[in-house]
């Protein structure tokens, strides 16, 4: 019969130790955190992508005004069958999308604008156009010398940045 040497004890270990609970459950909050910073929201993405293609088509259609001295307006017509948005101005044989790849795209004028003046003239003003998807917005927008870009909006300070 095994015998223990003396002042010690062979008790079984039935569990586990409070720090090692506590090593194990900051590991999991350390691992659920990383895995929900790098979830996106998706309509921030459609959103994103969606911006960055009508700066693209602002930007084409405003070289084309300029180039060819022509009078350009990007109009919104969300009532129309055959378009959200229409580009007038242009040359026929220059045709350039008329609708949002996103359904659920919403576009509004900043400033209460009809249509945004895209040339001839090399200056066309501030312009801005606010794209959202329910809460999600995001703008497009020019101060009249450089090219239309993506920019952030802060909803909460009335929609500027």
């Known amino acids: ?36 910073l790098a979830l996106r929201d998706g309509r921030q993405d459609r959103l994103e992508r969606e911006a960055a293609r009508l700066s693209a088509l602002l930007e084409s259609a405003r070289a084309e005004a300029r180039a060819a001295a022509l ?24 045709a350039l999308p008329t609708r949002w790849q996103d359904a659920e795209v919403v576009a509004r004028i900043d400033g209460n604008r009809a249509s945004l003046a895209l040339g001839p003239e090399a200056l066309i003003g501030p312009q801005r156009v606010l794209l959202a998807i329910d809460d999600q917005v995001i703008a497009v927008a020019t101060d009249g010398l450089r090219p239309f870009s993506v920019q952030p909006v802060d909803v909460a300070n009335g929609g500027t940045r």
Do not use: H, K, N
């Open 71 to 94: 009078p350009v307006q990007w109009l919104l017509t969300p009532e129309a069958a055959d378009g959200q948005f229409r580009f007038v101005g242009l040359p026929p044989s220059r």
């Open 1 to 36: 019969m095994p015998t223990s040497a003396p002042g010690s004890s062979r008790r079984a270990a039935l569990g586990f130790t409070l720090i090692e609970v506590m090593v194990v459950v900051a590991l999991v909050a350390i691992a659920a955190g990383v895995v929900s």
